[in-house]
């Protein structure tokens, strides 16, 4: 049944087709939207419930990047985008815990979807360069032939096997889970869900941390003094 509904449309705005898969996605963004809004609108000196909760992530998230990149101001730039990354895509991970989810329209993880996951990859991929050209100027260019000329075939490869491993790792490691999951609820729906969703927690914030590390790491090359 999953398989069948990975196609399914919704809606059409125009000739665009919308389905389950974006339904999900614009959910995910709206309540990211409205935790933030939440959070926020009314800022204490000393927080207290959502505000601390929303701080602790924001704090977390830059401290950690400070500390992955060499210079602060590029953190401080890039941390932004890369905690939006992470709630993200935590948030889309999660999203196939609903009960049901598997077998309901609009609740399939976006992440279980390679479209998605290479869209990440590729915001990821032209983030890094355009850090790198923000930081370096022309001079970014000089790594693509370093430490030899000889190197610039090898290099672009690296370049382009980075968003594809982002693609392939966030989309193999959740779309496996979710199949996974659905077989073992039809073997045994009653005995199998409670350790099943402690673990899909525990590999739904592993992977999003992951991600979130990996593209971070990228963007710390491009901009780091060994360019």
């Known amino acids: 049944m999953l398989f069948g509904m990975l196609d399914e449309v919704f809606f059409y705005l125009g000739p665009i087709p919308v389905d389950h898969i974006i339904v999900t996605e614009w959910v995910i963004i709206a ?16 927080p207290r419930g ?34 939006g990354f992470f709630l993200f895509i935590l948030l889309s991970n999660y999203s196939g815990l609903i009960p049901g989810a598997a077998h309901i329209s609009g609740f399939q993880p976006p992440t279980s ?3 998605v996951t290479m869209t990440l990859a590729l ?8 850090a790198g050209f923000s930081e370096h100027g ?26 594809l491993s982002l693609t392939v790792r966030l989309f193999g490691n959740i779309f496996g889970e979710e199949m996974v999951i659905a077989f073992l609820l039809f073997l045994a729906p009653f005995i199998v869900p409670g350790a099943i969703m402690g673990l899909s927690l525990l590999l739904g ?6 991600f979130t590390i990996l593209s971070a790491s990228y963007i710390a090359a491009a901009t780091g003094e060994g360019h």
């Open 123 to 130: 915001i990821t991929f032209f983030s890094v360069h355009i």
């Open 138 to 163: 022309i001079h970014y260019l000089g790594h693509f032939v370093s430490p030899s000329p000889l190197m610039l075939p090898l290099n672009l490869v690296e370049e382009i096997a980075h968003p």
């Open 113 to 115: 979807n390679w479209n």
């Open 31 to 46: 309540l990211i939207a409205l935790i933030s809004y939440f959070a926020t609108r009314d800022m204490q000196m000393i």
């Open 50 to 83: 959502l505000q601390n909760a929303f701080e602790m992530i924001i704090i977390w998230t830059y401290e950690f990047f400070t500390q992955l990149m060499d210079k602060e101001h590029v953190a401080k730039k890039w941390a932004p985008l890369l905690t």
């Open 205 to 210: 914030a592993i992977q999003a941390i992951v």
